[in-house]
């Protein structure tokens, strides 16, 4: 297919996809893992394999040992890394960066180039792990733990939210689908023949909607409102990829039940005051392990699915 034609179809499917997300409020927030079907491949061929990775801090795994940048908190042990040693004849050119948000990809980061930078038409895959910092993520958690002890059974963040009559936060979401399926489209248009995967998010609070305050202090109902959340906001990049004509690669599902809440020898999320070398409501070690078998599994489908 000419990269001309495929252009204005995936551009054409990402304002598709959009428009969904005006249901994402009512909608049912589904698990994030969907059979595979028809992908377009990488355009490596049999020589050197040409990976960037585009991301936040999820994917440059802050604390984490050993860190390579300290700027970016970037790991070499983070999932790009991980996904390049098992991957034959592999080159990385991991970008991801602490903090960065959808602007990050055209913008500077302090002294560090903008991201999309690293992507040129010899990029065989490329990854994409974003959206998180553009919906305020840091700050979500900060007023959730801050606004706990006023209702410490109840749901006192998710009525801080909802406060105007519409839930801040899947606005938040919506607003930031066409600034991702932007991002998708650069990419696109850089690496015509890339094999494109938008990385979601691991799952960081109990899946049943429980809680573990005070080890997490939100309030007790909030565990859930905020569980939710997440998922809304992997539903939506599972959207934008799929209209976007990427591959959506579910890393929730595989960390069900090692979330932040779960003891230190089980769980792959820290909580707020981590117990191993990771940043807080962050991936540890295993997290990052969790996440780049995540990705080899997508890769190994050769013709696999968004």
């Given at each position: 297919m ?13 304002r ?10 009512s ?26 990775a ?5 994917t440059s ?16 042990h983070?999932?790009?890394s ?27 980061q ?21 959206g ?9 958690i ?8 006023q ?12 406060a ?11 607003r ?7 991002v998708?489209?650069?990419?696109h248009?850089r ?24 080890s ?57 005051r ?15 392990e ?13 013709h696999?699915?968004?």
């Amino acid at each position: 297919m000419q990269h001309d034609v495929r252009t204005r179809r995936t551009a054409g499917r990402g304002r598709k996809g959009v428009t969904l997300l005006a249901a994402l409020g009512s909608c049912a927030l589904v698990a994030a893992s969907a059979a595979p079907v028809a992908a377009h491949g990488g355009g490596g061929g049999g020589g050197t394999t040409r990976y960037v990775a585009l991301g936040d801090s999820y994917t440059s795994g802050p604390l984490i040992p050993r860190q390579v940048d300290a700027y970016c908190a970037r790991s070499d042990h983070n999932y790009p890394s991980l996904v390049t040693g098992r991957l034959r004849a592999a080159v990385l050119n991991d970008v991801s960066c602490g903090g960065a948000t959808t602007e990050n990809m055209w913008k500077p980061q302090g002294a560090k180039a903008p991201q999309l930078d690293a992507v040129g038409r010899n990029s065989d895959i490329v990854s994409v792990q974003i959206g998180g910092n553009d919906i305020g993520f840091s700050s979500i958690i900060g007023t959730c733990a801050q606004l706990a002890p006023q209702d410490p059974t109840g749901n006192p963040c998710q009525r801080h939210y909802n406060a105007s009559g519409v839930d801040e936060l899947t606005a938040a979401i919506a607003r930031t689908a066409p600034k991702v399926a932007r991002v998708l489209r650069a990419v696109h248009d850089r690496a015509p023949h890339a094999r494109v995967l938008v990385v979601g998010y691991p799952d960081l609070l109990p899946d049943d909607g429980s809680g573990c305050a005070p080890s997490v202090p939100f309030a007790t109902r909030d565990f859930r409102y905020l569980r939710d959340t997440g998922k809304r906001l992997n539903l939506m990049l599972r959207l934008v990829a799929r209209w976007s004509g990427a591959e959506y690669v579910d890393t929730y599902g595989p960390t069900v039940g090692h979330d932040m809440c779960k003891p230190a020898d089980q769980r792959w999320i820290e909580p707020l005051r981590p117990a191993s070398p990771a940043a807080p409501a962050h991936p540890n070690a295993k997290g990052e392990e969790a996440m780049a078998g995540a990705v080899l599994k997508r890769l190994s489908h050769r013709h696999g699915g968004r």
